[in-house]
């Protein structure tokens, strides 16, 4: 089995659509920047075509390097007293996380920003990342939270403890869609 870190994330066409309407840019326009033609952004956003691992890391670094920074929210997850952090919801590029979290991943509050957190991912986390495209999660403004449990997993930059786990969907104030995750490690 590939590393978790060469691994497609499930659903990228979904994804894409989602991130790229999100910063209000035209199939077009994308297709212009990846210097491929729309209709392979047609298919890949309708899932009849899936591109490589590093073409779809391109694809959604290319609409991450729009987004805003929210100073407020940030600072929100920051300083919460809870074991939380936030990320883009398509890449799992880490934008903010609390004490706390830093403190459960046995790492400093800012060495993870900026890093996609999906090369750590649990079987578990992955497992709960494939079960969105059965739920509301890429189709809806407000899906339902997602809650599950995870095993520990210790790597040389970080260490996912065992617990349950919450997401949550929020948006930056530019549109971009950002996950809200909360643990609760036993």
């Not at 297709?31 to 490589?52: K, T």
């Not at 919450?166 to 909360?182: A, K």
Request: glycine content about 4%; some cysteine.
């Amino acid at each position: 089995m590939a590393p978790s870190s060469q691994l497609p994330l499930p659903v990228f066409g979904r994804r894409l659509k989602r991130l790229r309407r999100a910063m209000g840019m035209k199939q077009f326009a994308l297709a212009d920047i990846l210097e491929v033609d729309q209709a392979s952004i047609s298919r890949w956003e309708s899932g009849f075509q899936i591109p490589s691992p590093e073409t779809q890391r391109h694809a959604l670094d290319v609409l991450a390097s729009s987004r805003t920074d929210d100073a407020a929210l940030r600072r929100l997850v920051e300083n919460s007293t809870d074991c939380v952090h936030l990320v883009d919801d398509a890449t799992h590029v880490c934008l903010a996380y609390s004490r706390r979290r830093a403190k459960d991943w046995q790492n400093s509050q800012d060495a993870l920003l900026g890093v996609s957190l999906w090369q750590f991912a649990t079987d578990e986390i992955q497992q709960a990342e494939a079960e969105l495209a059965e739920t509301d999660w890429w189709s809806s403004q407000t899906p339902s939270p997602k809650c599950f449990i995870t095993s520990e997993k210790v790597f040389d930059e970080i260490v996912i403890s065992a617990g349950r786990i919450c997401w949550e969907r929020l948006y930056l104030s530019d549109g971009t869609p950002v996950r809200l995750v909360t643990g609760v490690p036993t």
